[in-house]
């Protein structure tokens, strides 16, 4: 066999066709010609010295000679894209997604992974309430910080980091504001701004207060807020209350909105997910990072639920 100058894509064509079993398809799928196609796998066949495939007007099948290729060149194949995928992902850094007031969650992880990869660059991008996963789809990000829990179709579950108390916005001027505590019961009488239907339902389920209290009273919802300034807004004008976590007002802050500790739902739990088949060695570096790593949040807890 000629190895002195064989193209990959030669190669990718028969590993294609070997799977499609059909050359039309095997050229959609490459974006090829037919004609180019049957001209780059009868070049393979002169190399290897023998057909590789049986072809009749009816049917394309592998045979022995094709078989014996296909055993030894799919796993060399998959590990050399898998190598020079990997190699350009770590020229390109590692984008990190993460919601607005959960950022503190990322300060001591990426302070790590500067000191320990200071080639790898890091970019940091906000993701909106109303579109939480679809950078992460759309292979825009690499990993994302989230709220669990995240029932997300071809996503990976990744460690989880830190938890957050919950906490009420409300404005100043309402004359709860000076409680000492909130509690669930107590938002039958404080209409609570809603998710936008954007949001994960899962997310709007267990993020935000269910429908009813624990007496049974309604929850009086409210038109969504799709940004952090939005809600603060709408609560200083005292059009509904927010609930939230201890993250938001390290980040998010309003002259005339209140935070107030509430209780009746469990800590807001944040956690690392990727999408299946993305698992290179900068994610993976990455997420043990974050699991070792300290939350320098003052309002964050650990896993354990011990304070930070």
Known sequence: ??????????????????????????????GLSQPRVSQLLRALERRVGGLLFERTSRRVMLNPLGERLLRGLRPA??????VVADTRSAAQGIRIGFLG????????????????FPDCPLELVQVPWTDVFGALYRSEID?????????????VIGPEIGSFPRMLAI???????????????????????GPSPQVPPELARTFWPPALTPTGRPIPRLPAARTEPEM????????GVFLTTSAMPTHFSHPDVQFIPFTGMPDARVVLVWRKGNDDSKVRDFAKLA??????SSGSRAPDGSPR
């Open 77 to 82: 194949f998959t590990e050399l894209q898998r």
């Open 101 to 116: 007031p959960y950022i503190s969650t990322l300060a001591e992880p990426i302070a790590r992974h500067r000191t320990q």
């Open 1 to 30: 066999m000629d190895t002195d100058r064989i193209d990959l894509t030669e190669l990718e064509i028969f590993l294609t066709l070997a799977e499609e079993l059909h050359f039309g398809r095997t050229a959609t799928r490459l």
């Open 143 to 155: 990993i994302q910080l989230c709220l669990a829990p995240v029932e997300q179709p071809g996503l």
């Open 171 to 193: 404005s100043k001027a309402h004359p709860r504001a000076n409680a000492p505590v909130i509690t669930l019961e107590d938002l039958a009488e404080l209409p609570v701004i």
């Open 291 to 296: 699991t070792r790593a300290l939350v320098t």
């Open 232 to 239: 603060l807004g709408a609560v200083a004008h005292n059009n």
